[in-house]
């Protein structure tokens, strides 16, 4: 099993900034790719960005420019810094972990909420 918990979240006007922070534990062992998905009211959970291990990265086309995913591999910990704040990325952000063992497992996080408003 791997717990991932998300921090970070809060609420920030349009165009500041916020970190978001993700720590794995458990049997974190064969994790290989991690990741930030998100979801507003009435939307379906959308992905945000991915890194693998080895730290390549994808983005969604509405947060290239803005947000940067990285992760530590000795603190089991990914994170997102999200710049340029828009009030469309409001939303719950959950963080995943895929675990390639004999069966590959998908984990997430209970989620953090990111409010931009004026």
């Known amino acids: 099993q791997v717990q991932l918990v998300e921090s970070g979240g809060g609420w920030v006007q349009p165009g500041g900034s916020l970190r978001l922070s993700c720590a794995a534990s458990?049997?974190?062992?064969?994790?290989?790719?991690m990741g930030w998905y998100r979801q507003a009211p009435g939307k379906q959970r959308e992905l945000v960005a991915t890194?693998?291990?080895?730290?390549?990265?994808i983005y969604a086309d509405a947060v290239k420019g803005r947000f940067t995913i990285s992760r530590d591999n000795v603190k089991n910990t990914v994170n997102l810094q999200m710049n340029s704040l828009k009030p469309e990325d409001t939303a719950v952000y959950y963080c995943n972990a895929k675990r390639n063992t004999m069966v590959v497992y998908y984990y997430w996080g209970q989620g953090t909420q990111v409010t931009v408003s004026s």
């Open positions: 890194i693998t291990r080895g730290g390549n990265t």
């Open positions: 458990g049997s974190i062992s064969g994790v290989s790719d």
